[in-house]
Structures are given as C-alpha cells and as structure tokens.
C-alpha cells in the first residue's frame, strides 16, 4: 500500500508505476466492477489481452461524490483520469484531510465519476 499523502498532486495515476510495476489503466483495462464496504473500496479491472483481473484497493474512504449512469453496449468501463487532487472545505481548497487522508478524482470515458477521501493505495491482482 501507498500513503496517499505521498502521491504527487495532480500526478495521472491511471498510468502509473505502482511497486516497480507500470499500468496502464486507461489503455490497457476496462472497470469490470466497483465495489465499497466497510471504508474499502476496490476498482476491479481486466486487462483487454488476458484473464488478469487486477483491483485497485483504497483504504479508509469516504465517498464525497458519486455520479453513475447507465451506458448502452459497453462490456466495461474506462477509466480516463484518475489523480489525488484538492477538496474544497470551508471555503479553502486543501490537500490532506484532518485524519491524513488524500482526496481523489475518478473519472471514466463514458461519464461517470467517483470523488473521494482515502488514506492508502494499492494495486492487488485478483
């Protein structure tokens, strides 16, 4: 796992080298699920070439914002950026929760999009 505090701000981390390891979430995956419970939530993806099914975990989220719609003939969604960015609070934009956490952007091709508070990141193959 990765502190979320220690991304770079507004860095694309759609494509992105987790662990010494370089994904490519936006060619080379499509969102086969999303799924939250109890603070975790996990974007399960599927590589386009292969059965590899990887999750994108996060930890101690609070979901600020969720924006889904039904999209006609898509077998699964893609993601388009995915960033740790600011959070407005009070009239002032910040960067770290009073708790340590960052907040996160997840935006899809097809529309839908997810705005959120996590304190780690991590990529786990299924």
């Given at each position: 796992?990765?502190?979320?505090?220690?991304?770079?701000?507004?860095?694309?981390?759609?494509?992105?080298?987790?662990?010494?390891?370089?994904?490519?979430?936006?060619?080379?995956f499509n969102c086969e699920k999303i799924y939250y419970s109890e603070g975790t939530l996990l974007i399960i993806l599927k590589k386009l070439l292969g059965e590899v099914?990887?999750?994108?975990?996060?930890?101690?989220?609070?979901?600020?914002?969720?924006?889904?719609?039904?999209?006609?003939?898509?077998?699964?969604?893609?993601?388009?950026?995915?960033?740790?960015?600011?959070?407005?609070?009070?009239?002032?934009?910040?960067?770290?929760?009073?708790?340590?956490?960052?907040?996160?952007?997840?935006?899809?091709?097809?529309?839908?999009?997810?705005?959120?508070?996590?304190?780690?990141?991590?990529?786990?193959?299924?």
């Amino acid at each position: 796992m990765i502190a979320a505090t220690s991304l770079e701000l507004f860095k694309n981390l759609a494509q992105y080298d987790y662990n010494n390891q370089y994904y490519d979430f936006h060619n080379d995956f499509n969102c086969e699920k999303i799924y939250y419970s109890e603070g975790t939530l996990l974007i399960i993806l599927k590589k386009l070439l292969g059965e590899v099914l990887l999750s994108l975990k996060f930890t101690n989220v609070k979901i600020t914002t969720i924006a889904f719609s039904n999209v006609k003939e898509v077998e699964g969604l893609t993601i388009d950026t995915l960033y740790r960015g600011k959070a407005e609070l009070n009239g002032e934009l910040i960067e770290v929760s009073e708790d340590g956490e960052g907040y996160f952007y997840l935006e899809f091709y097809e529309g839908q999009k997810l705005e959120f508070w996590a304190k780690d990141i991590g990529v786990e193959q299924e």
